[in-house]
């Protein structure tokens, strides 16, 4: 059991525990004394989003680090693949992101990696925890030995010059108009200017932060500002950007939404035909709609599914082969460019494609149709048991799987951020789906869920 780590390092509300200053110097201190190996320097680099809080947060695992002789780099306003990439980059021993990605500004969190820019294993984290709780006093550096902290000015154009490299050298975006949204958040200056320097006319919106307003009704939870900038300006493309710039919702020049489903199916058809697809497929969550895996059967590849969660992919991705992976909610793993999800990247290689192609991106972009997808989240009290171990439930799950048969599927979960049950069904038969959805919807709640 981990008492601060979640799926996805650390999280919570802004200056409340877990997520306050204390938590933030005890996670430098722990952090830095596992990555301290030997005499030599050890470095650390850290970025992180818009929110107020952030400055709070930055300057407590500042002080961790340097209290256990780790020398801090600190990047600024930095979307969370940029700081991964920099990991490796600038040869850190570690890596911090401080960001909530999608949250609402009064959330903030810490996201670890290391040295290679992947993200910490489950039993790094833990270790961090038991050193967190014990030990803290162990291992500082002595005065002589305390780290140094210096602001790395360049970190930006670092990031916009290795975004740039991952776009096809004979192509250019001129000709094309693009709407970006990047939510208020981390990418509010990278990914416009990286834009603009493939070629492409740029309208930014979602890049005046305050520290209130990350993914205030913009970015990728909610495209809607995307999509009627889009059809305003007749624009040929959109892109939704969340507050770390780790994912991406696309869209097309009609102002329709291209999900994390669809960019996964495109690009892996692009890749497979120029012969650098690994793997033999994709790797996506179970969440991924029942149409890409059908889709990609349909060319030969194989879908993949994991847990919920970008860490999941990336940890199959690795131990088998692949090098495209993603959800539908919009995280896009290329790991032939990066370790972790990255919005602006999979835009590029989606944008590629279409100029490639001279079609608009609303062709380009429709791969396949998805099956009928239906979600409930029923809320429960907590301390209120396991819900999904109840009979009635148990029982209700079992009749809805039946009646779908080989035509659908079911997911049921519980969410792992909030005392929530997630019920998802798929299939071709629309008003069946939503029956059996509703069905086990109402045995949860009837069930005192």
Same mark, same amino acid.
């Given at each position: 059991? =981990?008492?601060? %780590?979640?799926?996805?390092?650390?999280?919570?509300?802004?200056?409340?525990?877990?997520?306050?200053?204390?938590?933030?110097?005890?996670?430098?201190?722990?952090?830095?004394?596992?990555?301290?190996?030997?005499?030599?320097?050890? *470095?650390?680099?850290?970025?992180?989003?818009?929110?107020?809080?952030?400055?709070?947060?930055?300057?407590?695992?500042?002080?961790? %680090?340097?209290?256990?002789?780790?020398?801090?780099?600190?990047?600024?306003?930095?979307?969370? #693949?940029?700081?991964?990439?920099?990991?490796?980059?600038?040869?850190?021993?570690?890596?911090?992101?401080?960001?909530?990605?999608?949250?609402?500004?009064?959330?903030?969190?810490?996201?670890?990696?290391? #040295?290679?820019?992947?993200?910490?294993?489950?039993?790094?984290?833990?270790?961090?925890?038991?050193?967190?709780?014990?030990? @803290?006093? !162990?291992?500082?550096?002595?005065?002589?030995?305390?780290?140094?902290?210096?602001?790395?000015?360049?970190?930006?154009? =670092?990031?916009?010059?290795?975004?740039?490299?991952?776009?096809?050298?004979?192509?250019?975006?001129?000709?094309? =108009?693009? &709407?970006?949204?990047?939510?208020?958040?981390?990418?509010? *200056?990278?990914?416009?200017?990286?834009?603009?320097?493939?070629?492409?006319? $740029?309208?930014?919106? +979602?890049?005046?932060?305050?520290?209130?307003?990350?993914?205030?009704?913009?970015?990728?939870?909610?495209?809607?500002?995307?999509? !009627?900038?889009?059809?305003?300006?007749?624009?040929?493309?959109?892109?939704?950007?969340?507050?770390?710039?780790?994912? $991406?919702?696309?869209?097309?020049?009609?102002?329709?939404?291209?999900?994390?489903?669809?960019?996964?199916?495109?690009?892996?058809?692009?890749?497979?035909?120029?012969?650098?697809?690994?793997?033999?497929?994709?790797?996506?969550?179970?969440?991924?709609?029942?149409?890409?895996?059908?889709?990609?059967?349909?060319? +030969?590849?194989?879908?993949?599914?994991?847990?919920?969660?970008? *860490?999941?992919? &990336?940890?199959?991705?690795?131990?088998?082969?692949?090098?495209?992976?993603?959800?539908?909610?919009?995280?896009? &793993?290329?790991?032939?460019?990066?370790?972790? +999800?990255?919005?602006?990247?999979?835009?590029?290689?989606?944008?590629?494609? &279409?100029?490639?192609?001279?079609? #608009?991106?609303?062709?380009?972009?429709?791969? %396949?149709?998805?099956?009928?997808?239906?979600?409930?989240?029923?809320?429960?009290?907590?301390?209120?048991?396991?819900?999904?171990?109840?009979? #009635?439930?148990?029982?209700?799950?079992?009749? +809805?799987?039946?009646?779908?048969?080989?035509?659908? =599927?079911?997911?049921?979960?519980?969410?792992?951020?909030?005392?929530?049950?997630?019920?998802?069904?798929?299939?071709?038969?629309?008003?069946?789906?939503?029956?059996?959805?509703?069905?086990?919807?109402?045995? @949860?709640?009837?069930?005192?869920?």
């Amino acid at each position: 059991m =981990r008492t601060y %780590f979640g799926t996805d390092g650390i999280r919570g509300k802004a200056n409340s525990w877990p997520m306050n200053a204390e938590t933030a110097l005890k996670v430098g201190m722990a952090a830095g004394r596992l990555h301290t190996r030997g005499d030599h320097g050890h *470095r650390v680099v850290i970025g992180k989003d818009t929110r107020l809080s952030g400055y709070m947060i930055e300057s407590a695992l500042v002080s961790g %680090f340097l209290s256990v002789g780790m020398n801090v780099f600190q990047f600024g306003p930095l979307p969370t #693949p940029a700081v991964a990439m920099l990991t490796r980059s600038l040869r850190a021993d570690l890596g911090v992101m401080i960001s909530a990605s999608h949250n609402p500004y009064h959330d903030n969190g810490i996201k670890l990696f290391g #040295p290679d820019g992947y993200k910490l294993s489950d039993s790094q984290e833990i270790e961090i925890e038991r050193l967190m709780d014990n030990g @803290l006093n !162990e291992g500082l550096a002595a005065p002589d030995k305390l780290g140094r902290a210096k602001r790395i000015e360049d970190a930006q154009a =670092r990031y916009i010059e290795f975004a740039k490299g991952t776009f096809p050298r004979e192509l250019r975006l001129d000709g094309l =108009r693009i &709407v970006v949204d990047c939510a208020n958040g981390a990418a509010y *200056r990278v990914a416009p200017a990286a834009l603009w320097e493939l070629g492409a006319e $740029v309208i930014p919106v +979602g890049v005046e932060p305050n520290g209130f307003n990350v993914n205030d009704k913009c970015g990728s939870t909610a495209p809607e500002l995307v999509c !009627e900038k889009v059809r305003e300006m007749r624009a040929d493309a959109g892109i939704a950007l969340d507050g770390d710039a780790d994912r $991406v919702i696309l869209i097309d020049e009609k102002g329709a939404v291209v999900d994390g489903d669809q960019v996964l199916a495109l690009i892996a058809r692009s890749w497979a035909e120029a012969g650098r697809l690994t793997g033999g497929g994709v790797v996506a969550t179970v969440m991924s709609n029942l149409g890409l895996e059908r889709h990609l059967a349909s060319l +030969g590849l194989d879908l993949v599914r994991t847990k919920v969660g970008d *860490r999941y992919v &990336v940890e199959h991705m690795r131990a088998n082969g692949h090098n495209i992976g993603g959800e539908q909610s919009g995280h896009i &793993v290329l790991s032939d460019f990066a370790t972790t +999800g990255d919005g602006l990247i999979a835009a590029l290689q989606v944008l590629s494609v &279409v100029v490639a192609s001279g079609k #608009p991106m609303s062709e380009v972009c429709t791969q %396949f149709e998805r099956v009928p997808q239906i979600l409930r989240n029923i809320r429960y009290r907590k301390g209120a048991g396991a819900p999904l171990e109840l009979a #009635p439930v148990k029982s209700a799950i079992e009749a +809805g799987t039946e009646r779908l048969g080989t035509a659908g =599927r079911l997911v049921i979960r519980p969410s792992g951020t909030e005392p929530v049950i997630r019920v998802m069904g798929e299939g071709d038969d629309a008003v069946l789906v939503e029956t059996v959805v509703d069905d086990i919807a109402a045995a @949860l709640e009837q069930a005192g869920a």
